[in-house]
């Protein structure tokens, strides 16, 4: 399957390009939930469930001991499933990216992409990975709207789809997550495609830095990871791990976004 890959608009560009807006006291350096002294945490997430994921990726991440969090399209997994079955043993996280990553969504109703996209690939994945602490989603192409309308009637639209189907959902811009707002905002947690439409690392070293800044959380988005850089939102495999050596080199809690959520608001998902 071919997934449409429509250019994403920064929303970030301008928070990156300029001086960081100080934060509230309680978000500086020092203060924080996390671990170990760390002073922001950052969530390693990856889309649409592909081949590189399995053959690049997992391996790289398993060897510095890190855990991602992995957004699977049942249209593009299907044939390996087993495989990421056995990928995900070792504690990588898996979410749901719907069953056919839908971009054109005029046509649906709350209901309807409900039934359709949503609950079927929930019920895969527990089919396949048994009961999930976590049930994270990841809206396909970016798109926080669900049918016609203005934007207000068509997000909101979205939400009801949402609401009762997964505990937290990640968009793919924004800043940096304030840890006291994680909860009112789990639907709408900010994220950032460091690599979508360039090789280098300058993009995610910000965003990273960012996140140190504000005793935040950082999300990272990364689709294909290949040999070399081919087209708009693939990220070449020497970059990928350049970015990586930028979080170990960081006071960051690197860890699954389940359980980086669970961590700041004590919700471990469906009973």
Sequence with gaps: ?????????????????????????????????????????????????????????????NARGLRGTFFLVRDNVDERIGDWVKAAEPGHEIGNHTVSHQCSLGGFTEAGFADREIEPMEDYLDQHFGPRPMRLYAYPCGFLGLGRGDMRARFGRYRLALQDAVTAARTVAGPPNDPFTVRSNRLDLSAFEPTYDTASTEPARRYLDAALARGGWAILVFHDVLPQWRAEGDTAAAVHSRVLDLIADRPLWCAPMGEVFTRLTGDRGPA
């Design 1 to 61: 399957m071919t997934l449409a890959r429509p250019h994403r608009r920064r929303l970030l560009s301008g928070l990156l390009a300029s001086p960081l807006v100080p934060a509230p006291a309680r978000s500086q350096p020092g203060w924080g939930p996390w671990p170990s002294g760390a002073r922001g945490a950052v969530s390693l997430t990856y889309d649409d469930g592909l081949d590189s994921h399995l053959d690049q990726v997992i391996p790289d991440l």
